[in-house]
């Protein structure tokens, strides 16, 4: 690997369930969706099936 190379990273698909879903009972709803955006933005990602 080179310097600078990002490594594959394993992400579970609820990531991205909590990044498209807002559930309005759950008061923690918004911050969760930030972090999963945060999350599903970087690159190399390896998405559970």
Do not use: H, V
Not at 4 to 33: M, T, V
């Amino acid at each position: 690997m080179n310097a600078g190379e990002s490594q594959p990273c394993f992400i579970d698909s609820n990531i991205w369930l909590y990044r498209f879903i807002l559930n309005p009972r759950d008061a923690n709803a918004i911050p969760k969706q930030q972090i999963a955006t945060t999350i599903t933005n970087y690159p190399n990602i390896i998405i559970s099936t």
